[in-house]
């Protein structure tokens, strides 16, 4: 069980982008279930979630403002990249 819980986490570190979107680029959350996220990732985010709240922590990353896109990055041997703004 914690092996499932450390690959969660895993594949969320390694393909989060933790820059703040603008509102204008955020779409009604009605229609996305974790606005700026590939739907592809959306199961990732829920897994994650539901792990948090089978350990006592209610977690709700659809309103958090983290993201995560599948990108071409130009460095090699490079499995992904977090970005965050230090200054907030």
Not at 8 to 31: A, G, H
Not at 43 to 62: C, K, T
Not at 65 to 85: H, K, M, S, W
């Amino acid at each position: 069980m914690k092996s499932r819980y450390f690959f969660y986490l895993f594949i969320i570190v390694m393909t989060i982008s933790c820059e703040e979107i603008p509102l204008e680029e955020i779409t009604d959350p009605i229609q996305e279930k974790y606005p700026g996220v590939d739907e592809n990732l959306w199961s990732y985010f829920s897994s994650f979630e539901e792990e948090a709240a089978i350990r006592g922590l209610q977690i709700d990353l659809a309103t958090s403002g983290i993201t995560a896109e599948f990108a071409d990055l130009p460095q090699l041997r490079v499995a992904g990249q977090c970005t965050y703004n230090y200054l907030n």
